[in-house]
């Protein structure tokens, strides 16, 4: 029933986040939009609409899986995709390209990129260095710590820089879907393959891992290797996530929680519902973003939280009733 | 302290003694905020940390009292040499306490008025001064000219402006074609109704496509721009707009075509005697990209 229910979840998004738009179109224009190329819709739903809504899907399915792994991998209910520092370094790494503000479009979203790989890259440094292993607190702090340091750094770039510049920065950051065309959902795809192929092949080890590690190892699996393939997995998925539309919050941290709620604790179910899920929500959330102040848009991370905070709340109601 | 007596006897002399004027009388003047502040007239050191009325002081004649300005104060070339005291909106007192000023003028933000009532308290008056259109150049002219003492300075460049603005406005375009205004790409972000640029459009015979919306600054979504279809995409900065190569807005058929046209300079951005250059600007370089 509740997979019934999700598996409807995910058409009727998407057949909602094609119809909402600053633009109304009847049923009959959307459908000549999308099939007829020279029709009057075509050019708003086949280059704009079509591909913001399959990279909000896309985005927001990942978003969710990786918070479903890292809640897991680090045995902590709080993590969520940006927790290891990365929201910093792409942060920095956005605000340094738009202070620099060089003659390229891709620059920010790359840089944005470069931003959080670095990050990823110094925290694996910082807590491997420390130990042998991979621990999870460990992790934990140097991605905390980390986030700190280019937090900090950000701060003083945009501090320096002229009061415009620091809006934007900041709006770029909260994240939108405004720049979506066919080519980052092509680039996107090919790219989070590999790390969405590899997590939902950790699901029995995540199973294991959310027993504790000890337990992982009783149990037969390959702790160490396993965490490492994790985490550099779910880095680079949010990094390249970051790339395509800032910093949206929410999704990954509460709707793993929210399937775990609907009663599928195994990984092997949870992480294929987790992004079926997540997808659908960071639709409808993008959908209502670039409705409700027409013709204006609201940072899709200001939205997810407003509407998931009493969604959650009421799901954390009914179990508890 | 000296400066506090300065002040309880200019209004003790404002009140009473009108039969034997002082050389500085002290004059209660209304700001745009609705403030009222006393100061003694004319002023000769002015803190001006707002561009439009550092631009009009200078315009005026009374650049010479000017004892520090903002860091966005750019015109004119003479404005450089006034020591900078940083970026105008919840100013630093120190940097302003130390140029020894016997007037502040700032911009009428919410996030000065702590400063206002922090300046007040050491003895400095400070006025805020609303210059967001056309209107606010002769009006705060005229202002500005009584606090420095150079009213006929002001009244020649009011009636100066009138003419000139007057002349830049005609003839009426034969049609009025609309313009999306770019600030910003990523997100994209056009400025709405109330805003100078929009008055600017006006002025110069255009429409700005977003003319509907209220706030100054939007972001706004390339859907919404292409269904308006704009005739024109004004983009402000000194760089042409790098993103317009981008896929996504090639749905625009302005962006595809290339109707750009690109301007860069503080007269766009601020209300000052440089406004009818402007649109005379503006005016040509649209029919051009109309061609």
Partial sequence: MKRLGLLLLVPVSLVIGLWAGPVTFTPLELWDGLIHPYADAADIVRELRVPRVLLAFLVGGSLSIVGASLQALLRNPLADPYLLGLSGGAGLGAVLAIALNPDWPWAVPAAAFAGATGAVALVYRLSVVAGRRLDPRVLLLAGVVVGSFAGAIMTTVVSLSEAAELRRAFLWLLGGFGASSWRAVWVFSAYAALPLVLLFLSARSLDLLSLGEESAKHLGADVERNKRLVYIATSLLTAASVAVCGIVGFVGLVVPHAIRRLGTPMHRELLPAAFLAGGAFLVLADALARTVVRPLELPVGAVTAIVGVPLFALLLRRNYT | ?291
């Fill in chain 2, 1 to 291: 302290m000296r400066r506090f007596g300065l002040v309880v006897l200019a209004l003790a002399l404002a009140a009473g003694c009108r039969t034997e004027p002082p050389a500085r009388t002290g004059v209660r003047i209304v700001d745009d905020a609705g403030d009222t502040v006393t100061a003694a007239l004319p002023v000769h050191r002015v803190v001006s940390l707002n561009p439009a009325v550092t631009e009009l002081l200078f315009a005026i004649g009374a650049g010479g009292a000017v004892v520090g300005r903002t860091a966005w104060c750019d015109y004119p070339a003479a404005a450089a040499a006034v020591p900078s005291l940083g970026d105008g909106i919840n100013p630093n007192l120190e940097a302003i306490v130390a140029r020894k000023p016997d007037l502040v003028l700032l911009y009428t933000s919410g996030q000065n008025t702590d400063a206002v009532r922090r300046l007040a308290q050491l003895g400095i008056p400070a006025l805020r001064f609303r210059t967001d259109s056309l209107s606010d150049v002769p009006r705060v002219a005229g202002v500005l000219g009584r606090l420095t003492g150079r009213q006929s300075g002001a009244d020649s460049l009011s009636r100066a402006f009138a003419a000139d603005l007057a002349g830049a406005t005609t003839p009426p375009a034969p049609y009025r074609p609309t313009v999306f205004l770019l600030v910003w790409d990523q997100p994209p972000m056009t400025v709405g109704r109330g805003s100078f640029l929009t008055e600017l459009l006006e002025r110069a015979g255009t429409e700005n496509l977003f003319a509907d919306v209220a706030s100054s600054s939007a972001p706004v979504s390339i859907e919404a721009v292409a269904a308006r279809n704009p005739d024109v995409i004004l983009a402000l900065g000194a760089e042409p707009p790098a993103f317009l190569s981008r896929p996504e807005w090639q749905v625009v058929p302005a962006v595809r075509e290339r109707r750009l046209v690109r301007e860069e300079g503080s007269e766009f951005s601020r209300p000052s005697p440089r406004a009818p250059a402007a649109i005379r600007e503006l005016r040509a370089a649209l029919h051009e990209a109309l061609q």
